[in-house]
């Protein structure tokens, strides 16, 4: 097998009884990122700092940003093939979040605790030194490599829990991800929100 498979399709050689221990440890490794960083998902691929989340707020916004997306995947992913398993789906959705953790967490050590009082409270970071710069660029480009990365085990994931082939079957996987990201942003995150 090549060593691209085990890269970007962890699924494909990865065997089946390991794959949904993994995933459940992936969605319980974000709640507590999210919890000792100080950060809860707004968005499906966006997070925000808040000055002291409580941890059920963390834990529903990240239950809601893994089951509706992974969701509506599964059934986009019935439209084409009967044999789509939710399971299979949920495990490619939560493979594709790995990068964006190490993103989130690469985040909190890059910026400094002022920085991140300033996101917190939805001030934009003041740049008085070139650090300061620095560090948010290497944090953007990385980030951005961190998305690139997600997505494309995303895609593959996909590919192989619903067997897609046709481009058809991926722009079905592009409007499911995008109906989850504005249902998950203009009606879950601010509903949960205004209880905590």
């Known amino acids: 097998m ?54 059920l707020l963390v834990e529903l916004l990240v239950i809601a940003a893994f089951y509706l997306p992974v969701f509506l995947l599964y059934i986009t992913g019935k439209l084409f093939n009967k044999k789509t398993r939710f399971s299979d789906v949920w495990n490619g959705f939560a493979f594709s979040m790995v990068p964006l953790l190490l993103a989130n967490i690469l985040s909190f050590f890059l910026l400094k605790n002022e920085d991140l009082a300033q996101l917190s409270a939805g001030e934009l970071v003041q740049a008085g030194n070139s650090g300061t710069m620095l560090r948010m660029v290497v944090l ?30 991926y722009g079905w996987m592009v409007l499911a991800i995008i109906v ?11 509903y949960l929100i205004q209880f905590f």
Not at 26 to 41: D, E, K, N, R, T
Not at 180 to 188: D, G, K, Q, T, W
């Open 140 to 169: 953007g480009v990385v980030g951005l490599g961190c998305l690139i990365y997600s997505f494309l085990l995303l895609v593959n994931g996909y590919k192989t829990a619903t067997n897609a082939k046709k481009a058809l079957h």
């Open 2 to 55: 090549a060593a691209r498979n085990y890269l970007f399709n962890p699924l494909q050689w990865l065997p089946d009884r390991f794959q949904s221990p993994i995933s459940l440890l992936i969605m319980i490794f974000a709640w507590l990122i999210g919890y000792g960083l100080g950060s809860v998902q707004d968005g499906i691929y966006h997070v925000t700092f808040l000055k002291q989340p409580s941890a």
């Open 180 to 190: 989850a990201e504005l249902l998950y942003r203009s009606f879950i995150y601010p």
